[in-house]
């Protein structure tokens, strides 16, 4: 019964979410960017279509072209990046994976590691399972209420066994951005490593990670680099090792119980996503055409006049930086008198506009702002925005916060 009423419904759905013709307005980018740029479908659908063999399985042709998607992939990421060798980059279903690869397979027993308030679930979970299980210590530096880092207090918390550094890029609630390459220069101090996780910025932003001195740098594909959802990575410092999350097929060394040492197998096992990352090619390749400088530059114009035209409603309070400061593409606020779910679901159900209202899956950043008992609704832009969409997002809490305080 249930599945009947699924498939009857999906075309539907279909219909109303990816049509631009239908005026949505799409202002979830924080979660996944959408529309993708072309070529981003077309690759992904090219790949079912034609070329959906197994990479590394075989030496058959159709084998070898689709490995041939995924190095390409994997060098334009290594372009992106800054990294010398694409090896040193992991293929991941999303960011979380990517984290999830990066924390349970660097920190041991015994271990500290410094992180921060701003951080996403897909950080302080791992840390958590990994604190209930082997008792390593995690020490959260606190953010201060627009999301800044004080760099004092971050170098305070080092211990003499702190292994490892977590912090995001930007916060994906406070749209905050972190000074990864300051902080990378305290953890070298300390002789530890940086963990970044780039969900909010790849792509959004130029990163350089030799340059920045990142050790390791997690990203989704889904969001800045305008790929399919089920795309992500993990770059790796040559020099560190980490145990593999997947232990599995590689199509390599198969004669091995243990995963091979040879990257980037050694951290891919199973079958990859291939027509997810083929996809994930347009999207870098958009990306490195339009450059991410000037994708952040269009995001800051767009962020700075939906702070502008959102300060000016009675009632509503932005989350973050204030004007004028460097900030994600992410403004969030709290409007007086209507809860953050009821706002996100009138924008929605009467407008047509999409935002995220909830908790962000930061619970951590929240309690920083000092919205955990409220959450907050959070617009979030990529470069596919216009003004007009900006204008149609203000416009609409306008009239829905000023009908609500007539109330
Ligand atoms: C800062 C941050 N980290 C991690 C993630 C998890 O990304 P994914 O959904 O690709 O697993 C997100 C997702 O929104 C995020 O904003």
């Known amino acids: 019964m249930v599945v009947c009423f699924v498939v009857a419904r999906w075309p539907n759905l279909i219909d109303r979410t990816v049509n631009r013709e239908l005026d949505i307005i799409y202002l979830d980018n924080a979660a996944s960017t959408w529309p993708k740029p072309p070529g981003v479908a077309e690759a992904t659908a090219r790949m079912i279509a034609e070329c959906a ?7 058959h042709r159709m084998a070898l072209a689709a490995g041939r998607v995924l190095l390409e992939t994997r060098s334009r990421l290594a372009t992106l990046f800054g990294i010398r060798n694409p090896s040193d980059i992991a293929f991941t279903a999303n960011c979380s994976e990517a984290l999830n690869l990066a924390i349970k397979g660097f920190v041991r027993p015994g271990d500290h590691v410094v992180t921060t308030t701003l951080e996403h679930n897909s950080v302080r979970r791992p840390l958590a399972e990994l604190e209930r299980k082997y008792g390593i210590r995690t020490t959260y530096v606190k953010a201060d209420r627009e999301g800044n880092l004080d760099l004092k207090a971050f170098e305070a ?22 000074p990864v390459a300051d902080m990378a220069a305290i953890v070298r101090r300390h002789g530890a490593r940086l963990l970044v996780d780039a969900a909010q910025t790849a792509g959004a932003r130029p990163i350089d990670v030799e340059a920045e001195g990142i050790d390791m ?7 800045g680099l305008f790929g399919p959802q089920g795309t992500g990575g993990l770059y790796v410092h040559p020099d560190i090792v980490l145990e593999p999350l997947v232990h599995g097929g590689t199509g390599s060394q ?3 119980s243990d995963m091979p040492d040879v990257r980037p197998d050694r951290y ?12 994930l090619g347009e999207g870098i390749r958009y990306v490195i055409e339009q ?10 114009g767009l962020t700075a006049m939906m702070m502008d035209g959102l300060a000016g409603i009675p009632g509503v309070r932005l989350l973050g930086p204030g004007p004028g400061k460097d900030r994600a593409g992410i403004v969030s606020f709290v409007a007086e008198g209507v809860e953050s779910a009821e706002l996100a679901f009138l924008l929605d159900r009467q407008y047509g506009i999409a935002v995220r209202a909830g908790y962000h899956c930061t619970p951590l950043a929240h309690e920083t702002a000092g919205t955990a008992e409220t959450g907050a609704v959070r617009a979030s832009v ?5 003004p007009d969409d900006v204008k149609a997002l203000i416009g609409a809490v306008g009239e829905i916060v000023t009908s609500k305080r007539r109330a």
């Open 254 to 256: 198969s004669e091995n």
């Open 268 to 279: 891919e096992g199973g079958t990859p996503n291939v027509p997810g990352i083929a996809g």
């Open 291 to 300: 450059t991410p400088e000037a994708i952040r530059d269009k995001e800051y």
């Open 53 to 59: 063999a197994g990479p590394g399985r075989g030496t």
């Open 217 to 223: 740098l997690a990203f989704a594909g889904h969001k």
């Open 157 to 178: 918390a080092f211990l003499p066994n702190t292994t490892l550094a977590v912090c995001t890029h930007a916060s994906n609630l406070l749209g905050s951005v972190l």
């Open 382 to 386: 990529s470069c596919m925005n216009t």
